[in-house]
């Protein structure tokens, strides 16, 4: 396939293993990250992966950025809407400032994402989104509304964006569970031997697992899936503990 895909939050992560795959899937890739990292963590992908430099929460942001990958790539085929903020902190402690960031870059980024590719994705019939959500979307743990709130909004989003769009872009969601990323780094290492033990699997996912999801969600072989929301946790979400 050649075919051009943008990823965001793609200087690290889920974001980056994504890009990785796609590279070797034969996508040119754009990664976007507001981190300058993204720069070289797209030229270790190779001359078919190029990283900008950018807010996701920014409308201008996307415009520049959207011609630049034209000029370099060609239109526009794949979008993983994958960049996050998160703030672990209770309601009642949140600045209104923090709340609103997380809307701004996990759910408007996600607005203006699809928004500023909609008309490369859509010019043949065959455009492809990924938004990255997360199994908190449907579980409630303390100290994170904001980004439970807005992740839960990615999976509404993504129905409403498939039901719109029809055969002209299959939009679907990917659910990851706990997945080892710099997300994880301020946690102590009984933290993440507990959090392991939550999994069916008995172990924190890597990034390059969800990536495959992710791949094969972009790619053909999921060309009869849209509106669908594929869950990546390890069995996390379906065990319990009770006796
Ligand atoms: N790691 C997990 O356990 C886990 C679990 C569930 C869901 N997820 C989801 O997976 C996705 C990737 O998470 P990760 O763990 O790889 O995160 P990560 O922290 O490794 O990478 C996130 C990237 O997003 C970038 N970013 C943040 N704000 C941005 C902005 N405004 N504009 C552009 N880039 C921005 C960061 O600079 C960073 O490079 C997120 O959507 C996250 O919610 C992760």
Same mark, same amino acid.
């Given at each position: ?18 890009? @990785? ?79 609103? @960031? ?22 043949? @019939? ?118």
């Amino acid at each position: 396939m050649t075919a051009t895909a943008i990823i965001t939050g793609a200087a690290r992560g889920i974001g980056a293993a994504t890009a @990785r795959r796609l590279t070797e899937d034969g996508w040119k890739v754009a990664l976007l990250d507001r981190d300058a990292l993204v720069e070289s963590t797209a030229a270790e992908l190779g001359a078919n992966a190029r990283g900008y430099v950018g807010d996701v929460a920014s409308a201008d942001d996307w415009e520049r950025i959207v011609a630049a990958v034209r000029e370099e790539f060609g239109p526009i085929d794949g979008l993983v809407s994958n960049a996050l903020v998160t703030d672990p902190t209770p309601l009642h402690e949140m600045d209104v400032s923090s709340w609103q @960031r997380q809307l701004d870059v996990n759910l408007t980024g996600t607005f203006h994402a699809v928004r500023a590719c909609l008309p490369d994705l859509r010019r043949a @019939r065959d455009g492809r989104v990924v938004v990255v959500s997360s199994v908190h979307a449907s579980f409630g743990l303390p100290d994170v509304p904001g980004y439970a709130t807005t992740k839960a909004g990615l999976t509404g989003l993504t129905r409403q964006l498939a039901v719109q769009y029809g055969d002209e872009v299959r939009v679907n969601c990917v659910v990851p569970g706990p997945i080892r990323t710099a997300q994880w780094d301020r946690l102590s290492e009984e933290d993440l031997r507990q959090s392991a033990r939550e999994t069916v699997l008995g172990r924190l996912g890597r990034p390059e697992e969800v990536a495959g999801v992710i791949a094969f969600l972009l790619g053909d072989d999921a060309s009869f899936m849209t509106g669908s929301t594929v869950t990546v946790d390890g069995g996390w979400s379906i065990t319990k503990n009770s006796s």
